[in-house]
């Protein structure tokens, strides 16, 4: 069974990097056919998807977080890192790590594994 844990730093300031990382456990991310992604929910608003890292590698984002979105992983920790930059208020939500094996689910916002999410408010 997969688990997930999000940890990151809960306050950022205006125009800081925020960083992430989601640790998996009961499975490899690069041997399992599985898209990990980054999914986040800000107060009042649905899911909106972020970004994925396929287990060959290769990656996707969201249009409109493309520019200043990086989504990478550590195979030695078997982990997936999100780094974001320019940060604005509008981006504190709940920022959680997902993982399915079949892509339809990850953009659908339907994936069968999540964290447990974890907080980050953009505040000065």
């Known amino acids: 069974q997969v688990q997930l844990q999000e940890s990151g730093p809960g306050l950022v300031k205006p125009s800081q990097t925020l960083s992430l990382t989601c640790t998996v456990s009961g499975g490899s991310i690069t041997t399992d056919s599985t898209y990990w992604s980054w999914i986040r929910q800000s107060p009042g608003k649905g899911l909106e998807w972020i970004a994925y890292?396929?287990?060959?590698?290769?990656?996707s984002y969201s249009p409109p977080l493309k520019n200043r979105t990086s989504i990478s992983r550590d195979t030695s920790k078997n982990t997936v890192d999100l780094q974001m930059n320019s940060l604005k208020p509008d981006d504190t939500a709940v920022y959680y790590c997902a993982a399915d094996q079949t892509l339809h689910n990850i953009v659908v916002l339907i994936p069968q594994y999540w964290g447990q999410g974890t907080q980050v408010t953009v505040s000065s």
């Open positions: 890292i396929y287990y060959s590698g290769s990656t």
